[in-house]
Each structure stands twice: as C-alpha cells, then as structure tokens.
C-alpha cells in the first residue's frame, strides 16, 4: 500500500450505503462507522456455513444484526479450491459421504434448494 494514496470503496448493506475513504469506513452522511465482525465459520470438513441446517440463513443473519454486528467474516474452506475432487460436489454428497443425514435434512427443511448446489454455488449464496 502506497503512503498517501486515498482508497475509496463503495458499499451498501441493508442499513443503507457508504463508503471507505482513506482510512475511515463511513456511512452515507458521511460519519464513521464502527465495524462490529462475527466469524461465521465454514471452512469445516462439510463445506457449507454451520447452522444452516437449524435455521434459515435469513433468520441467522437477523440475529447476527440483532446483536449488534454489522459484518460477517464467512470462513472459507481452502481446500474446496485446492482439491479438484471437490469441483462438481453439492452441498447434498459433502454431507452423505459424511454420514450427516439429519443436517442435510436439515439444510433441506430450512435453505430451501441449497442441498442441490455445488459447494462453491452454496458457499457464494450464503454471503450476507
């Protein structure tokens, strides 16, 4: 990073948009925003964000913000990109080679179609 330089990112979320101007996150008033991140993890053997096969996503995500967070750091599972013979497994054969049937069960009852997708496809969808 060059000393000096001015980054600026654009964002939005549900609260509304904003920015990252040098080194300030700020909202769309242009006050500073203070980031509150939880770890989400899915970088486990399954592959897939925990919990999903309780709670919806959405229903996990209005906890989150309930809580007073406003980021999610989503774990990632290195080696779905470094094993090719993860490359064309869904969500449904991850959790069966496992022996996981009530959470994919689970998945299926809560996340509607997420059992289906590649891993990679559900990785991406379960982004907040």
């Known amino acids: ?30 006050s500073r925003v203070k980031l509150a991140c939880v770890n989400w993890p899915s970088h486990l053997e399954p592959m897939l964000a925990e919990g999903l096969g309780k709670r919806p996503v959405g229903a996990i995500a209005a906890d989150v913000a309930a809580m007073g967070f406003n980021r999610v750091r989503l774990t990632w599972p290195t080696f779905l990109v470094t094993n090719a013979s993860y490359g064309n497994l869904t969500v449904a054969q991850s959790f069966q080679r496992l022996n996981l049937t009530e959470s994919l069960a689970g998945v299926r009852a809560n996340n509607h179609g997420v059992a289906d997708l590649k891993l990679i496809d559900a990785l991406k969808a379960s982004r907040l």
Do not use: L, P
């Open 1 to 30: 990073m060059c000393r000096g330089a001015t980054i600026a990112t654009r964002y939005s979320n549900s609260r509304g948009a904003g920015a990252v101007t040098s080194q300030w996150v700020v909202d769309e008033s242009g």
